[in-house]
């Protein structure tokens, strides 16, 4: 909630500086916007429209994919100068061709300068980066122009491939790690599996084992009853025999008595 608090407020502070560029507002004087359109010109365009986008941006909570779109419009903002250098450097004769030939000299600096401030109008900042990149051929001048303009080109190709194929890359990585994740919950899975049955065959053996032991109790209990029993039997009949021999006796000592 904080974060998009802070891109409220930010977004309001970018349309106040449009507002006032169109009108009078508190607080800003016009001035500042003829010092801004004077140092990047046209290129006030694609900078504006990356400061709304980075707002944009700046909302995604995920740092990943924040950092992810954070970088695509850093390589956009970076494209739309490599385009523009390209096209008033064309515009000056230099092509793919002509650069292999082609020799700086001061009459090529001075319409450079001319074109990019007065016809073009890209303003000073531009200007002096498009101006210091052509100046390093004078610099070092075992390495000829040619290799500069092909190394612009160079660049501009590398930012696209890196905003059009860097998705793609994006997402064939999450294909591989949901892959992986997948592989690694069908193990942890199997794992569990395997000591749910293991548990399974403990608890079934301790069974087996536990209803072995209460048939042997019961066996040994009902043994014991047998016994028990045939004791008992066997005393109640020499019980028996000997109270049927003692009544045999009291019966002749009265008999006897009676006589």
């Known amino acids: 909630m904080k974060r998009i608090k802070y891109v409220y407020f930010y977004f309001l502070f970018l349309l106040y500086l449009i507002v006032g560029f169109f009108g009078d507002v508190p607080f800003i004087s016009k001035g500042i916007y ?7 010109g ?4 694609p900078t504006l429209l ?3 986008l980075y707002g944009f941006v700046f909302m995604i909570e995920n740092k990943k994919r924040r950092l992810f779109w954070e970088l695509r419009l850093y390589y956009l903002y970076a494209i739309s100068f490599v385009v523009v250098y390209i096209f008033i450097l064309s515009n000056l004769g230099i092509n793919l061709t002509s650069a ?8 090529f600096i001075r319409n450079l300068i001319n074109n990019c401030l007065f016809e073009y109008k890209i303003g000073y900042l531009p200007t002096y980066l498009l101006y210091e990149f052509v100046n390093l051929s004078l610099r070092f001048k075992q390495i000829p ?9 160079g660049v501009g190709f590398f930012l696209f491939l890196l905003i059009i194929f860097g998705p793609l890359i994006r997402s064939m990585n999450r294909a591989k790690e949901k892959k992986r994740k997948e592989r690694e919950r069908i193990k942890a899975e199997s794992k569990i599996r395997e000591q749910i049955e ?8 301790e069974k087996v084992s536990t209803i072995k032991a209460e048939n042997r109790v019961e066996k ?3 043994s014991s009853l047998k016994k028990m029993r045939k004791v008992q039997t066997g005393v109640g009949t020499r019980v028996g025999e000997e109270m049927e021999k003692s009544g045999m006796v009291l019966q002749k000592t009265v008999t006897l008595e009676d006589e």
């Open 100 to 107: 292999l030939t082609f020799e700086i000299d001061a009459d």
């Open 145 to 153: 122009f040619h290799y500069f303009y092909y190394g612009l080109y």
């Open 50 to 52: 990356f400061f709304v």
């Open 198 to 205: 293991i548990k399974k065959k403990l608890e079934k053996g």
């Open 220 to 222: 040994k209990n009902s």
């Open 34 to 40: 003829e010092n801004l359109y004077n140092y990047m």
């Open 42 to 45: 046209l290129m006030l365009i």
